[in-house]
């Protein structure tokens, strides 16, 4: 049985940075890709980052240049480094094993002076 289980989210002032994590377990991690999306309320779940097990990564052109995911296959652990946050930014985070229907439960983001 897959889990992921995220961590990270929190209250950011608009310009900080946070660190999300997800980790892994029952999945063969090191050769998986990962995925981090998000949703606002009233919006459909997004897009954010995503990285291969070869370690290749994609971003959705809103976190381009701001946003960093990176994976530890020692940890089973996905993170992603938000940076120069803005109040847009504000959501639930979730984590997703891609290509399956494992998600992670989920934590929340606020960016707000």
């Known amino acids: 049985q897959v889990r992921l289980v995220e961590s990270g989210g929190g209250l950011v002032q608009p310009g900080g940075s946070l660190r999300l994590s997800c980790a892994d377990s029952g999945s063969d991690f090191r050769r998986s890709a990962m995925g981090w999306y998000r949703q606002a309320p009233g919006n459909q779940r997004e897009f954010v980052a995503s990285?291969?097990?070869?370690?290749?990564?994609g971003y959705a052109d809103s976190v381009k240049g701001r946003f960093t995911i990176s994976r530890d296959n020692a940890k089973n652990t996905v993170y992603l480094q938000m940076n120069s946050l803005k109040p847009e930014d504000t959501a639930v985070y979730y984590c997703?094993?891609?290509?399956?229907?494992?998600w992670g439960q989920g934590t929340q983001v606020t960016v707000s002076s």
């Open positions: 990285i291969t097990s070869a370690d290749t990564t």
């Open positions: 997703h094993l891609i290509g399956t229907g494992y």
